[in-house]
């Protein structure tokens, strides 16, 4: 069996936005809560506020270099 091994970056990255999926939803929605007392605006602002963080987790994925892609090294395959 071949271990393969992950970049620390990468754990890193995903340890941040995990923590940030939890940290984020919750504080914006006690944070508005305080403010409005309004349970339904409090609530769309964090699932809102989960959507940016699973947004950014995907943005940061795409803009990720990988080792794992191809290589070109100027010769075309027939």
């Given at each position: 069996?071949?271990?393969?091994e ?7 990255k995903?340890?941040?936005f ?35 963080v ?25």
């Amino acid at each position: 069996m071949a271990v393969t091994e992950i970049p620390k970056s990468v754990i890193q990255k995903l340890i941040f936005f995990t923590v940030a999926m939890v940290i984020f939803p919750l504080s914006t929605f006690f944070v508005m809560h305080n403010y409005t007392n309004n349970n339904i605006l409090s609530g769309g602002l964090a699932a809102g506020a989960a959507n940016l963080v699973l947004i950014g987790y995907i943005v940061a994925a795409f803009l990720e270099d990988s080792d794992s892609s191809p290589k070109k090294d100027g010769k075309k395959e027939k």
